[in-house]
């Protein structure tokens, strides 16, 4: 079993994206600039911002954070995202999700100028992606093509099942995994909670991508010899044992499952620290991106 190394392939990427911003600086050119908006105090999602922010500060870019509070009205937040939208400094932003019950989060989504909608959660960059047309692909998504490429991963023709329907990660990595690119090329299979007999056909998967939001969900027979085995979710578990009082549990039973598998994503350390990475990549292509809508 080998570790897809999600934390040092970050690190890697981010060097290079640093370069190209000393390289932008050098020749007088605008320095990427992404925000945030972070509504509420979720312990998790303020883990998630701040890991944005910093990786903003480690590349070069500027970065704004938005904080509101969690009461804060529907219209005052579509004011803030209209501000940015009109903010030319902004290159990019992003609304850190869940938000709270009272608003609308496809409202929200919808108020966001596709051409700074880095997070790619937009229906124009939805469309876009669909057709294979240049846009910004949601982060997660990206951030696991990216790692199945820095690692030579083989998928074309692989059988890659998805794990998970979701808009933001299940839908378009099936879309991506499909794709005639490297990587990718791959016979995709998504499956979700009406699934019939699940288990058989993630055992068919040579390459299994779980996003489902259940802790340590798949076992050891869910998982084929030699699989590759990529694992997006994070969930925290209580846990008396740790200072913090809880622990972070993937969708996937890591110490179950790693010796069947060629490669696995750690949690953390795997997905998490790639989705920042194209974050920032997204920012970066932004003002070259917005050319082309
Ligand atoms: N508008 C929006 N865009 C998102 O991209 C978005 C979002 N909302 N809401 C929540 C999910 C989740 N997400 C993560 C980002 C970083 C880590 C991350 O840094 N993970 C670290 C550990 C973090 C920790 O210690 O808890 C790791 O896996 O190593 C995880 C998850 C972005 N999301
Ligand atoms: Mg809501």
């Known amino acids: 079993m080998q570790l897809l190394n999600g934390k040092q392939t970050a690190e890697t990427l981010k060097a290079q994206i640093a370069e190209q911003v000393d390289e932008l600086r050098a020749r007088g050119g605008k320095i990427p600039h992404l925000a945030a908006v972070l509504v ?3 312990g998790a999602s303020e883990t998630y911002v701040n890991n944005k922010v910093l990786a903003c500060e ?3 870019f ?3 954070l938005i904080r509101l509070d969690s009461d804060v009205s529907e219209d005052a937040l579509l004011a803030e995202i209209n501000k940015l939208n009109q903010n030319a400094d902004i290159d990019g ?3 850190q999700l869940p938000l709270p019950e009272h608003i609308n989060e496809t409202r929200v989504t919808l108020a966001i100028d596709p051409a700074k909608d880095v997070d790619g ?6 469309g876009r992606l669909c057709l294979g047309l240049p846009t910004f692909v949601s982060a997660t998504p990206n951030g696991i093509m990216e790692l199945l490429r820095h690692h030579n991963i083989e998928t074309e023709g692989k059988h890659c099942v998805v794990i998970g329907r979701s808009n933001i990660v299940g839908t ?3 879309l991506l995994m499909s794709r005639n690119t490297n990587p990718g090329n791959s016979t995709v299979t998504l499956v979700h909670s009406r699934t019939k007999d699940m288990a058989a056909i993630c055992r068919s998967a040579d390459i299994l991508i779980v996003a489902i939001g259940k802790a340590e969900f798949v076992g050891a027979d869910m998982v084929k010899d030699g699989a590759v085995v990529i694992d997006v979710g994070i969930t925290r578990l209580p846990d008396a044992n740790t200072k913090s009082g809880y622990r972070l549990a ?3 039973d890591f110490a179950a499952v790693k010796d069947k598998c060629s490669w696995i994503t750690p949690v953390p350390g795997g997905v998490g620290p790639m989705t920042i990475v194209s974050l920032l990549q997204n920012t970066l292509k932004a003002q070259t991106l917005r050319q082309q809508f």
């Open 93 to 95: 932003f992003i609304v």
């Open 40 to 42: 509420g105090s979720d």
């Open 58 to 60: 480690r590349v070069g």
């Open 121 to 126: 959660f937009c229906p124009a960059n939805v």
């Open 250 to 252: 993937g969708d996937v």
């Open 172 to 174: 378009p990595m099936s």
């Open 62 to 64: 500027k970065s704004t």
